[in-house]
């Protein structure tokens, strides 16, 4: 796993691998975009230790959108 800010810039630079792989957002812990073999990437909030819930896909939305989307998905866990 690696964590960088993730912008558009970042996302022009992601290709697939073998196996399905995560890039973690440093400005918002639990925000990530994972990016699958077939090439097809989405944007993910991850609120607590193995829950995850699908953003969007890369695409649809920006990554500005998308990080502001998952925070308020990990603010909403937090709160109860």
Not at 14 to 37: M, N, Q, S, W
Not at 69 to 78: D, F, Q, R, V
Request: glycine share 6%; aromatic share 8%; net charge positive.
């Amino acid at each position: 796993m690696t964590a960088v800010f993730i912008s558009a810039s970042l996302i022009n630079k992601l290709k697939p691998k073998e196996k399905e792989y995560d890039v973690r957002d440093t400005a918002i812990d639990g925000f990530l975009i994972r990016v699958h073999p077939s090439g097809r990437m989405s944007y993910v909030a991850q609120y607590a230790r193995g829950r995850r819930i699908n953003v969007a896909k890369v695409g649809e939305i920006k990554p500005d959108t998308a990080r502001t989307k998952a925070n308020e998905i990990i603010l909403a866990y937090k709160q109860g």
